[in-house]
Every structure is written in structure tokens, then in C-alpha cells.
């Protein structure tokens, strides 16, 4: 099972994200845990693309979601300029608040709740993919 949109490196997206996980929460029988943390992982790399992404006019955010078995495949490309952020390095969230350097949490969190990542650069677009494995109550 496979379901595709397109965003635009607009913030007021985040609620046309949002609304198409909600369809998939009924629709491939997944928990409300499990769409929270979809929702996360893509609030992240949306916002991340719209914030960081260095576009100067409107730029197209694709995101493809597919089911199979016990894991779901999620795919983020934009036309922006290059960023892997495979090679971000982790944050230390082991330092108090006030000794942490700014950035870098939000992709903490998107490693946290995705099982594997890969990134690479085709035909001028960012293509990140990353895995989920699905719990359970959710096969």
C-alpha cells in the first residue's frame, strides 16, 4: 500500500501533513502512537526543508509513504539545495540545557523514531528515505 503528496516549503503545510496521516491511521490500521511518531519525524523534516533549505522561491516537498508488512517506507525529496543529514552529528543531550549548542534535536528525534535512514542526491533533488518498523497491534 502506497500513498503520495507534494507539499510546498510553506509552514501552513504542516496542517495538510498532518491531515493526510490521519487518513492513514484508519486506512492501514496503524496506532495513534505510530502516527504521532510519523508526524513527528515528518513535522521535522518539513520544517527543516521550509526553515534551512534554501530556497529562494517556492520549493516542492514530495513525501511517499508505503506499507509492507511490518515496516513502512518513508521517502522525503526536494528540489533544494544539497543537505545529508545521515552526517549530521548527534547532539550531546547529555549536557545541561544552558551548555548545548543550538540545532541539531530535531534530527535527533528523527533518527530516535525511525529504525534506518539513508540519503543520497538524484537528478538535483534531496532524496531521504527512512524506515519504521511497525509494533505489533499494527501488522
Not at 72 to 91: E, K, M, Y
Request: glycine share 6%; proline share 4%; hydrophobic share 35%.
Amino acid at each position: 500500500m502506497k500513498i503520495s503528496f507534494q507539499l510546498t516549503n510553506k509552514d501552513s503545510e504542516l496542517t495538510k501533513l498532518h491531515a493526510n496521516l490521519v487518513k492513514l491511521e484508519k486506512r492501514w490500521s496503524l496506532s495513534v502512537k505510530t502516527v504521532r511518531e510519523l508526524n513527528l519525524v515528518l513535522d521535522e523534516l518539513v520544517t527543516n526543508i521550509v526553515e534551512h533549505g534554501g530556497c529562494e522561491n517556492i520549493c516542492t516537498i514530495g513525501i511517499e509513504l508505503m506499507k509492507e508488512d511490518t515496516v513502512i517506507t518513508l521517502t522525503v525529496t526536494d528540489n533544494g539545495p544539497s543537505f545529508d543529514p545521515t552526517i549530521t552529528p548527534a547532539p550531546d543531550i547529555s549536557l545541561p540545557l544552558e551548555e548545548r549548542s543550538c540545532g541539531g534535536l530535531g534530527l535527533h528525534l528523527v533518527r530516535k523514531f525511525s529504525d534506518g535512514c539513508s540519503y543520497k542526491r538524484e537528478n538535483n533533488q534531496n532524496v531521504l528515505t527512512l524506515i519504521k518498523k511497525l509494533p505489533t497491534e499494527c501488522r
